[in-house]
C-alpha cells in the first residue's frame, strides 16, 4: 500500500496562477483533509470531506476549492495564487472509528 | 473556538536527558493524539489517548491524558537524536473526524 499520495512535491507560481494539488488515499478511508503548515502555526484545516460527493469548510478556506472525486481523490485548487498562499500543504485520510490521521508527504509551495 | 496550546515551542537537550511536553486547552476532547513530523516529510500518528487519566507507553515515550480530557503531556526518558523532530498533539470531537492542532514542539537531541 502507498497509503496517502500527493504531487506535485514542490511548486513555485507567481501571483495570480492558478494551480491544482493532487491528493490520492488507497485505504479505503472516508474522511479526507487538506491543511497549510506555516512555522510556529501547527496545521491549519483548509477543507475536509467526511464522504464521497461531501465537501466542508475548515478554518482557512479562503481562496481554496475542493472536489472529491471519488473515495480516492480529494484535490485542492488554488484560482489565483497570493504570496500569502507560499506554505507546506498537507493532505490526510482517517479512519471513521478512530479518526486517526495518515499524512501525505506534502507539497512545498511558493508564490512570488 | 478550540485551541490547543503546547509548551515549550523549542527545546534543545543533549542525548541522555529527559523531557516534557504539555499541550493544554480550556475545552474537553474526546480523544487527543500526538504526532511526530520529521523534515520534509508528512506527520506520523504516535499514539491516541481517549479516556480520561489514560496512561499509554511507546518505548521511552510516556503519554498521559489528563483527567479532565482537556491536557496532555509527553515524556521522553533518555532522550536519543533519532527523537529529534515536531511533536504536534492535536485533539479530536468526533466531529466528522477534525482535530485541532496544536502549533507543535520543535525537539533537537544533541549527541
Known amino acids: 500500500n502507498a497509503g496517502v499520495t500527493q504531487t506535485p512535491k514542490f511548486q513555485v507560481l507567481k501571483t495570480g496562477q492558478s494551480m491544482t494539488l493532487q491528493c490520492a488515499q488507497d485505504?479505503?478511508?472516508?474522511?479526507m483533509y487538506w491543511y497549510r503548515q506555516d512555522p510556529g502555526m501547527g496545521l491549519r484545516l483548509i477543507y475536509y470531506?467526511?464522504?464521497?460527493?461531501?465537501?466542508d469548510k475548515g478554518e482557512v478556506p479562503n481562496g481554496y476549492n475542493v472536489s472529491r472525486l471519488n473515495k480516492r481523490e480529494f484535490s485542492l485548487r488554488l484560482e489565483s495564487a497570493a504570496p500569502s498562499q507560499t506554505s507546506v500543504y498537507f493532505c490526510?485520510?482517517?479512519?471513521?472509528?478512530?479518526?486517526?490521521?495518515?499524512f501525505g508527504p506534502g507539497t512545498r509551495l511558493t508564490v512570488t | 473556538t478550540q485551541l490547543l496550546e503546547q509548551s515549550p515551542q523549542f527545546l534543545s537537550i543533549q542525548e541522555g536527558e529527559n523531557l516534557t511536553v504539555y499541550c493544554n486547552s480550556s475545552?474537553?476532547?474526546?480523544?487527543l493524539q500526538w504526532y511526530r513530523q520529521e523534515p520534509g516529510e508528512g506527520p506520523v500518528l504516535l499514539v491516541t489517548?481517549?479516556?480520561?487519566?489514560e496512561v499509554k507507553k511507546l518505548k521511552r515515550l510516556t503519554f498521559q491524558f489528563g483527567d479532565a480530557r482537556k491536557d496532555s503531556s509527553l515524556h521522553i526518558t533518555a532522550a536519543q537524536p533519532g527523537d529529534t523532530g515536531l511533536y504536534l498533539c492535536?485533539?479530536?470531537?468526533?466531529?466528522?473526524?477534525?482535530?485541532?492542532f496544536g502549533q507543535g514542539t520543535e525537539l533537537s537531541v544533541k549527541p
Open positions: 492535536a485533539g479530536g470531537n468526533n466531529q466528522g473526524g477534525k482535530l485541532i
Open positions: 470531506s467526511a464522504s464521497e460527493g461531501t465537501t
Open positions: 490526510a485520510s482517517s479512519e471513521e472509528e478512530t479518526y486517526e490521521q495518515y
Open positions: 475545552s474537553v476532547f474526546s480523544s
Open positions: 489517548v481517549v479516556t480520561g487519566g
Open positions: 485505504m479505503n478511508h472516508n474522511s
